[in-house]
């Protein structure tokens, strides 16, 4: 296993479902690292973790019937020794425990007490080892009577590897989970830590080394398509179209904006943020009867006055212009629908956002079929259901909408996924509250357009103006409004442009 060509891509940054977890696992045993050496680093890794967190004192191990479990017997011998005083609890029949578990039960010198809720007593920390990556069914009877009393006692709670009750491949909750402080997981992380609601319940999240080489992925991939990362500079910053020293504003794109005859801040909004990250160029098309409030309010960005939807459509054909945006403020009626057409009849770069997705709620298919160029849909969830039958959690939603659609799809929220039609997915966990904010969707969709018409791939950008809008909001800080992330972006910019892996 020394291969570095066959691992994949962005490995760093791969999230493992728990099934690719358990064949990295297998890999890494395969390859003659032994499970209950994995167990013990991982115990260790969790022990370590608590020690620089907490000092000494009352602590429970709360173990399962599985590996999970086993690693909770690692902690409790790590934490005594360390000068804790651990109470170990068991869920289920020792003798059953799988034999990695056993082995390191064995090692265990104290009393093992029955799962219930009496076990946390008076713990000052509850460490919750009941299931990980093997949840199967929704948590009942004494694992979760257990962890609700250990969340009323009102003490912090560490989760190994993931809060009970969290599906590692979703982030959804089944039965009942508990809020962990902290959370300790292995080798990669797993979609579910990012998703929401499972994001919320992990509290502070740790990955930690526990032996298994990078190379096992090599071996995971070949079983299983490992194409899900978390969003950030590590998937798209070699394709971040930074500007060039020869360049000049032809060369950095030309953006083209519909604007609406109403809500003229939408469109504003979209067309600063397009000039702030980068594109050489911005036209917005402004209806003859709003043309002076769109001419009046940007300085730098072109107004060109439209007086028909075919007027657009001429600008739309004009090839200079290499990425077009349709939807910020555009209302949801007849007009929008034809501009969105002449968009995509363009051939060039596209994103369609609220009501250019809207106004095809009723034939979805005549928007697919009508995709011609890279294009981008940016739905929050009421218009993807306008859209996509799709069922599911939200990454897989995102992902069959893509290849349906031959779109990327970039499906917002708290945890905005970003899906393209080969498979290719990124889940983002970079974008404080404050961004659930009006007006902060067309700042967004006039980045993705303004990174388009600089060249970047599609996927890519959509990645890059998702992370840089949530960096701009944390620029900004508490108190944000959409009009505050335009301003922002310089410093966002900068941000990225010193990022460094670690
Ligand atoms: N493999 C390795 O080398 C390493 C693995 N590591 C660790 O192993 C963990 C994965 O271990 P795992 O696969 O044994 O799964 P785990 O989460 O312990 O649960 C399985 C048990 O729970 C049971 N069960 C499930 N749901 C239930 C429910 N709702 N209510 C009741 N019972 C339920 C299930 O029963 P079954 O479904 O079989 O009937 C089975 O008995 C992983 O998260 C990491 O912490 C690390 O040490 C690193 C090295
Ligand atoms: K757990």
Request: aromatic letters at 4%; proline letters at 9%; charged letters at 20%.
């Given at each position: 296993m020394s291969d570095s060509a066959s691992l994949p891509p962005h490995h760093h940054a791969l999230l493992l479902t728990p099934r690719e977890m358990a064949l990295a696992d297998q890999a890494a045993i395969a390859a003659g690292v032994p499970g209950a050496r994995l167990m013990a680093a991982a115990g260790k890794a969790v022990a370590d973790a608590i020690c620089t967190r907490w000092s000494?004192?009352?602590?429970?191990?709360?173990?399962?019937?599985?590996?999970?479990?086993?690693?909770?017997?690692?902690?409790?011998?790590?934490?005594?020794?360390?000068?804790?005083?651990?109470?170990?609890?068991?869920?289920?029949?020792?003798?059953?425990?799988?034999?990695?578990?056993?082995?390191?039960?064995?090692?265990?010198?104290?009393?093992?007490?029955?799962?219930?809720?009496?076990?946390?007593?008076?713990?000052?920390?509850?460490?919750?080892?009941?299931?990980?990556?093997?949840?199967?069914?929704?948590?009942?009877?004494?694992?979760?009577?257990?962890?609700?009393?250990?969340?009323?006692?009102?003490?912090?709670?560490?989760?190994?590897?993931?809060?009970?009750?969290?599906?590692?491949?979703s982030g959804n909750l089944s039965g009942y989970t508990p809020h962990a402080a902290l959370t300790v997981t292995f080798f990669r992380r797993k979609p579910g830590h990012l998703l929401l609601p499972g994001r919320e319940h992990c509290g502070e999240l740790v990955v930690a080394d526990i032996g298994i080489p990078p190379e096992a992925l090599g071996a995971v991939g070949r079983q299983a398509p490992l194409q899900c990362w978390a969003n950030g500079p590590r998937v798209w910053r070699e394709a971040f179209p930074w500007p060039r020293a020869q360049g000049h504003k032809y060369q950095r794109g030309h953006v083209l904006v519909a604007g609406g005859a109403l809500m003229t801040g939408a469109a504003r909004l979209a067309a600063r943020a397009a000039q702030r990250v980068g594109a050489g160029l911005v036209t917005v098309a402004a209806p003859a009867a709003v043309w002076p409030v769109y001419a009046s309010a940007l300085e730098s960005i072109i107004v060109a006055r439209v007086e028909s939807d075919a007027d657009f459509a001429g600008l739309a054909a004009d090839p200079r212009k290499n990425a077009l945006l349709v939807g910020p403020g555009a209302g949801a009626d007849e007009s929008t629908r034809r501009q969105a057409l002449a968009a995509l009849a363009a051939g060039r770069a596209t994103v369609l956002d609220a009501d250019a997705l809207t106004v095809f709620a009723r034939d979805p298919r005549t928007l697919f079929d009508a995709v011609q160029g890279p294009t981008v849909l940016t739905p929050h969830d009421g218009e993807f259901a306008r859209l996509f039958a799709a069922a599911g959690d939200k990454l897989s939603r995102a992902r069959k909408a893509a290849r349906e659609s031959g779109c990327v799809l970039v499906l917002k929220g708290g945890d905005t996924v970003v899906a393209a039609p080969d498979g290719r997915a990124l889940v983002n966990a970079h974008a404080p509250a404050t961004l659930a904010t009006g007006g902060t969707g067309d700042v967004l969709a006039g980045m993705i357009a303004g990174l388009l018409a600089q060249g970047m791939p599609a996927f890519e950008a959509a990645g890059a103006a998702v992370w840089l809008h949530g960096e701009a909001a944390y620029a900004f800080g508490p108190g944000l409004v959409a009009d505050d992330l335009p301003a922002h972006l310089p410093q966002a910019l900068g941000t990225l442009a010193r990022w460094q892996p670690h």
């Open positions: 000494p004192r009352r602590v429970t191990v709360l173990c399962g019937p599985g590996n999970n479990g086993g690693d909770g017997f690692v902690i409790a011998c790590r934490l005594r020794e360390a000068g804790w005083q651990v109470r170990l609890a068991l869920l289920g029949d020792r003798a059953a425990l799988p034999p990695d578990a056993a082995l390191h039960a064995r090692e265990w010198p104290g009393a093992v007490e029955p799962l219930e809720p009496a076990c946390v007593g008076d713990a000052e920390l509850v460490v919750d080892a009941i299931f990980g990556a093997g949840l199967s069914r929704p948590l009942d009877g004494a694992a979760k009577a257990t962890l609700q009393a250990a969340e009323r006692l009102g003490v912090p709670l560490c989760a190994v590897d993931t809060p009970s009750g969290l599906d590692g491949e």
